[in-house]
């Protein structure tokens, strides 16, 4: 059997959190257009963190083209320093979602039950 082909666009990466919640994946966010100072809207839902462009955002890339993750979003999703995230990025959509490991655990205890029939994996 053939693996299938991929159907979209995304750019992924995975990175840690470091101890000022600054994540260091510079190819995702250059995929993004996203230079150093570049506005961001930055908020949590449903257990991941979604960042988009916003020319009135409050956060911003930092000088050194990092992604800085505040405080209170890390903490809704539970990330502590060290933590690693899958990030996946849509360019055409200007959009990023960072999933935390809970978030990673669903995913694939949910497709692993599926394809193991329905039980937990």
Not at 10 to 31: E, F, P
Not at 100 to 108: G, H, I, K, S, W
């Given at each position: 059997?053939?693996?299938?082909?991929?159907?979209?666009?995304?750019?992924?990466?995975?990175?840690?959190?470091?101890?000022?919640?600054?994540?260091?994946?510079?190819?995702?966010?250059?995929?993004?257009?996203?230079?150093?100072?570049?506005?961001?809207?930055?908020?949590?839902?449903?257990?991941v963190?979604?960042?988009?462009?916003?020319?009135?955002?409050?956060?911003t890339?930092?000088?050194?083209?990092?992604?800085?993750?505040?405080?209170?979003?890390?903490?809704?999703?539970?990330?502590?320093?060290?933590?690693?995230?899958?990030?996946?990025?849509?360019?055409?959509?200007?959009?990023?979602?960072v999933?935390?490991?809970?978030?990673?655990?669903?995913?694939?205890?949910?497709?692993?039950?599926?394809?193991?029939?329905?039980?937990?994996?």
């Amino acid at each position: 059997m053939l693996p299938t082909p991929r159907a979209g666009t995304l750019v992924y990466g995975l990175a840690a959190i470091d101890n000022s919640g600054r994540i260091a994946d510079r190819t995702v966010i250059r995929a993004l257009g996203w230079g150093p100072g570049t506005r961001l809207h930055i908020r949590e839902a449903s257990g991941v963190i979604v960042v988009r462009l916003d020319r009135q955002g409050v956060f911003t890339v930092t000088g050194q083209g990092h992604l800085h993750l505040p405080a209170a979003v890390r903490h809704l999703c539970g990330l502590t320093a060290g933590d690693r995230v899958l990030l996946a990025a849509n360019p055409a959509d200007g959009l990023l979602v960072v999933h935390p490991p809970a978030a990673l655990d669903a995913m694939v205890v949910a497709v692993h039950a599926d394809l193991l029939g329905g039980g937990r994996a």
